[in-house]
């Protein structure tokens, strides 16, 4: 059941270690990255008692949380932020002191844990606000945010495969699509029918909204490591799957997108899936798919073509 302003007392953002902080009683989930959170955007300004955030790595995404936590918490409430020391954590004490918070600054098990207590009138929250809200950036054309993959420009990967990329038709999926930019090359076709644009990002999808207008487009904030959505019998999927998980690369990300493009596909479906050229992603693509073809292989990146 969604939240509303008057449910939530208390906030976590992300997923602490555990054994690094107890989570506030009751609290609700709002991080972007763990669908189906409520939006800490929308949270009413002063009606928390605690927050606990994992703070995220990029400058102004962690500004960002940071400055709507403290304006959701009540004045002389608690907030809890930790981030790793070398994904922030070392400026995280200092970033709270700007806002007007009462700090004391803990270092355990290479992740730095603040303690700050909100002031009656924090200092320079709209300027972080600001500075991590979404906007239309005129490089890409696009209305983008900080904190989502390849935020404001076109990732190299995603490029290689918009250039190699032939007129698809029928139904498809864009796996992890980021802001729409894949999709709305795909749209173009108008032997395309559906395409299902899906990814783990809220803001991601809030931006590919945005971005991406034709009435064939669906999008869907979910895990692609989960059952959601329920998608079958599918032409085509495109993706430039992220391996990175919290900042730790993952082979495991890439490789379960394969197994649920094979899934989702009809027989003779065919997956355009692109990559680092380091990633071992042979193997999992044939094991799945009738047949693999390379496609490019360029500037670090590789591009497959595989058939069901």
Known sequence: MPHTDSDIRAILYGLPPADLAE????????????????????????????????????T??????????????KPGGR???????DKGGTRLAKELRGFGCAVTDEPRRHHRICTATRPEMPAGIEAALAGGAPRHIDNLALCTQPGIFSWDRLDPGSALLLRHLPALSGRGADFGCGLGILARAVL??????SLAL??????????????????????HW????????????LDFV??????????????????????????????????????NTHLPYEAPLRAAFRTVT???????YKLFEARK
Request: glycine share 8%; aromatic share 2%.
């Open 23 to 58: 989570v506030p009683e009751g609290a609700a989930q709002v991080s972007p990255l763990i669908p189906g959170s409520a939006r800490l955007e929308d949270v009413a300004e002063a009606s928390l008692d605690a927050a606990l955030l994992l703070a995220p790595p990029g």
């Open 79 to 85: 907030l809890v932020a930790m981030a790793p020391k």
């Open 188 to 193: 173009k076709s108008p032997k395309v029918a």
């Open 60 to 73: 102004a995404e962690r500004r960002y949380a940071l400055a709507l936590a403290i304006r959701a918490v």
């Open 238 to 275: 495109v993706t430039n799957p992220p391996f990175h998980d919290g900042g730790a690369e993952d082979q495991a990300l890439g490789q379960a997108f394969i197994t649920r493009a094979a899934a989702v596909l009809r027989p003779s479906g065919t997956l355009y899936l692109v990559a």
């Open 222 to 233: 979910a895990d692609l490591r989960s059952a959601e959505p329920a998608l079958s019998g």
């Open 198 to 219: 899906i990814d783990i990002d809220r803001r991601a999808i809030e931006m590919a909204r945005r971005n991406v207008g034709e009435p064939g487009a669906t999008l």
């Open 294 to 300: 390379t496609l490019a292989t360029e500037g670090g």
